[in-house]
């Protein structure tokens, strides 16, 4: 999961996602990071972690890091929240195949409409209950997905 600072919608979306591969049973590992080096090594916003705390999802523990080129060996599927991060992400490899990794996450919910998790950093509580609910609903799909895939 990725965003610019990895303290408000990628955190989120590791925290939702985890939470389900856990409820699930599926043997999946889930990261957050930012295409930024703003917030390495700092805790989610707080208001991140509230809204999560409002469904039974913790991630007061998470801090924040940067994607690097390495996280296109390690994992299988980049998920990016917005077309800028697509950008950022795809820019840090040449290989086409590690480039295929990357997907704007709302693309599993809403197919081929490449729309943008907004980020709800200078917002107020309506813009992190709107990105809780439209990760929710991309990481059901994402969910199912792999259900299928096993």
């Given at each position: ?13 590791q925290g ?7 409820e699930s049973?599926l ?15 700092q805790a ?6 509230a ?5 039974g999802?913790d991630i007061?523990q998470?801090?924040?890091?940067q ?7 390690e ?6 929240m ?6 950022n992400?795809v820019a840090?490899v040449?290989?086409e195949q ?11 919910s809403q ?13 107020g509580?309506?813009?992190?209950e709107?990105v809780y609910q439209l990760?929710?609903h991309?990481?059901?799909v994402?969910?199912k997905e792999l259900?299928?895939?096993r």
């Amino acid at each position: 999961m990725v965003c610019l600072g990895n303290i408000c919608r990628s955190p989120m979306a590791q925290g939702i996602l985890e939470h389900k591969v856990e409820e699930s049973g599926l043997d999946v590992e889930v990261d957050s990071a930012g295409t930024s080096d703003y917030h390495i090594g700092q805790a989610p916003d707080h208001r991140a972690i509230a809204k999560s705390k409002e469904y039974g999802i913790d991630i007061s523990q998470y801090k924040g890091r940067q994607l690097v080129a390495e996280d296109f060996e390690e994992f299988d599927r980049i998920l990016v929240m917005d077309t800028s991060n697509y950008n950022n992400a795809v820019a840090l490899v040449e290989d086409e195949q590690k480039k295929a990794k990357v997907e704007m996450i709302l693309n599993l919910s809403q197919p081929g409409n490449n729309m943008s998790v907004p980020d709800p950093y200078f917002g107020g509580e309506e813009g992190f209950e709107n990105v809780y609910q439209l990760l929710d609903h991309a990481c059901d799909v994402l969910i199912k997905e792999l259900k299928s895939e096993r």
